[in-house]
């Protein structure tokens, strides 16, 4: 899905992976606009129609981002109109030339520092570990601090012209980040639909809450989805925050609202309980290759 001079949100600054994820969903002639937050880009999207918004939704090792969860649930005119898998490179890097051990300050986004967590304890054993915003924050802060390295993307090295101390130090080669198109719903993309033939090719989300905190609650929505020999591809449950044992049912689905088994599922889902949303109908993933190659620096 390839757009001319749309405007898209992304958690920045430059060099983030959900820049890499941007720009490589729709091409480098566009508008990008890094934000500090994903609150901060659900906020752009949510108030500015023409907006588009990427946010990291899961990751391969640690999971599920839990803000994204909870914005997705809170924020309600965001909707998902498209995704995409980024292949994740960690690279270790600083602004002097230095051997591992000289390492003492070791800055990233927690979530790269889990990913990288085999190489940590085996390379930077009594390295300091500070959390940052971003990746590329992490890159910027220690321009300025001496024996400090940062855990970043193959896109930051030019960025922020840095010195490579080790390549793909993520615990896996397997490590891939799936990523949401968020928009406004009442901008939404509509998208032409072969209902006999999209099954395959289609995805859509909802957000669920059983009326009763009762036991087989869940089997009975499963149930459903099996009557309709409809494919659940992600089901996962977050509290809802009202009360202790009370939780929501976030599913992805294979096919689009309109097929007449979806929506058949879902009026009867809707029957059995308190809260339910529809967060988006969108074409399945697109996994990203060789990602930071077609951005131009």
């Not at 009442?186 to 032409?192: A, G, L, P, R, S």
Request: hydrophobic share 40%; aromatic share 10%; charged share 25%.
């Amino acid at each position: 899905m390839l757009l001319n001079h749309l405007n898209c949100a992304f958690l920045g600054p430059k060099g983030t992976f959900s820049e890499i994820a941007a720009i490589s969903y729709f091409g480098n002639d566009n508008n990008f606009y890094p934000q500090k937050t994903i609150t901060e880009v659900f906020e752009v999207v949510e108030n500015n129609k023409n907006f588009y918004g990427i946010v990291p939704i899961e990751n391969s090792i640690e999971g599920s981002v839990s803000t994204v969860m909870d914005l997705l649930f809170e924020i309600s005119d965001v909707v998902i109109v498209g995704e995409c898998i980024v292949p994740i490179r960690h690279f270790l890097l600083s602004n002097e030339t230095l051997s591992l051990e000289k390492v003492k300050v070791l800055y990233s986004h927690q979530q790269a520092i889990n990913q990288c967590n085999k190489f940590i304890k085996k390379n930077l054993k009594s390295v300091e570990i500070i959390f940052t915003a971003s990746t590329t924050n992490a890159c910027e802060i220690i321009s300025n601090i001496p024996n400090s390295a940062a855990i970043a993307s193959k896109r930051a090295i030019q960025l922020y012209n840095l010195k490579v101390l080790a390549s793909d130090i993520q615990d896996s080669n397997n490590n891939y980040t799936r990523f949401l198109v968020i928009k406004n719903k009442n901008n939404e993309v509509t998208f032409v639909k072969d209902l006999e033939n999209e099954v395959n090719r289609y995805k859509t989300s909802i957000i669920c809450a059983p009326k009763y905190n009762k036991a087989g609650v869940l089997c009975d929505i499963l149930e459903i989805f099996k009557r309709e020999n409809i494919n659940l591809t992600r089901i996962e449950s977050r509290p809802t925050k009202k009360q202790l044992g009370e939780y929501l049912f976030y599913i992805d689905l294979e096919g689009y609202i309109h097929n007449p088994k979806i929506e058949c599922a879902l009026k009867d889902i809707k029957n059995i309980c308190s809260f339910f949303k529809f967060l988006g109908s969108y074409p399945l993933k697109r996994e990203m290759n060789s990602t930071e190659e077609v951005i131009k620096n």
